[in-house]
């Protein structure tokens, strides 16, 4: 009797042992960093070029008005914060809306969990992505995207075979293209618009900057739109010119910011009150999408 009862008494304290040792193995196993206890949708962990991600979205291969072309296919960088990833695929699919020949080639977001790889010095914390422009005949009829190249443009539009394009272009009719000045500028004008998202840099090379915001302005595009662009769209001066692909960079969502999100760079006037001071909220997941679900595409106001 005595002996069962220890016995049951063993199992009893063996069974809080092994709870307690299973609780503290998996309090190690979980990473190291602020509040790790969250519903489950991604989180955008430290800085884009030191960082990583949690839970990230991923973007499908193709979906309405964009597709991932097989050079990115094979890379598997389509892994971004649920922000992103949905902001992209809104904007492909409202150019789509209005041209359905227009098809977005989206390039690299991040790697599954982030951090560094071989391509790039960013793209590490799932709020940066590469984008093919969209290309136009010489009629403006929209072309699909190329599978494998970044075709580099000159500050008319027109590719070339640049520096770095070594080996040419394995597209067959590259000599055709042409930066479609429109659709790049109406997939902006939907990036810079979509509530969920804050763009802090779009890096394109001087002459295609200057082309977009020449279009928008002639086309009485909205002030706040053209403006934001203005201030956001840039060559860097520290990196490759960017005339053979967008580079988008997003701000950390204020929900991300207190997990660990790091911001580095330029906080522009337009986001200064709402960094100093909380400010409204701009990414209240409610009002997003209600306004997704209600709004109007801006090209047909
Ligand atoms: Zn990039």
């Known amino acids: 009797m005595a002996s069962n009862w220890r016995s049951v008494r063993t199992a009893v304290h063996d069974e809080g042992v092994r709870a307690l040792v299973l609780g503290l193995a998996l309090a190690q196993t979980a990473c190291a960093g602020p509040n790790l206890w969250t519903d489950g949708t991604s989180v955008s962990v430290a800085s884009s070029n030191r960082g990583r991600i949690r839970s990230p979205a991923r973007l499908p291969l193709r979906g309405p008005g964009f597709r991932v072309p097989p050079r990115w296919k094979e890379r598997g960088f389509q892994f971004g914060t649920d922000e992103i990833v949905g902001a992209v695929a809104r904007a492909a699919g409202r150019v789509h809306a209005s041209d359905r020949r227009a098809t977005l080639g989206v390039a690299d977001f991040s790697r599954n969990r982030g951090g560094s790889s071989k391509w790039h010095n960013s793209h590490h914390s799932g709020r940066d992505v590469d984008l093919l422009f969209y290309t136009a005949d010489a009629k403006g009829k929209p072309l699909a995207p190329p599978d494998h190249d970044m075709m580099t443009f000159d500050d008319e539009g027109v590719p070339y075979v640049g520096k770095r394009d070594k080996t040419g272009y394995a597209d067959p009719i590259w000599a055709d293209r042409r930066f479609d000045v429109r659709r790049n500028w109406e997939l902006l004008e939907a990036l810079l618009g979509d509530p969920a998202i804050r763009l802090q840099w779009v890096f394109i090379s001087n002459g295609l900057r200057a082309k977009l915001l020449a279009w928008a302005r002639r086309k009485q595009r909205p002030r706040w739109a053209v403006e934001y662009a203005e201030t956001i769209l840039r060559q860097p001066a520290d990196s490759l010119p ?50 997704l679900g209600s709004e109007p595409s801006p090209w047909r106001l």
């Open 242 to 291: 960017h005339d053979n692909h967008f580079h988008i960079r997003v701000y950390c969502t204020r929900a991300d910011r207190f997990h660990g999100c790091l911001d580095r760079g330029a906080v522009w006037q337009h986001e200064k009150k709402a960094f100093k001071y909380g400010g409204p909220e701009h990414y209240d997941p409610v009002t997003w999408r209600r306004r």
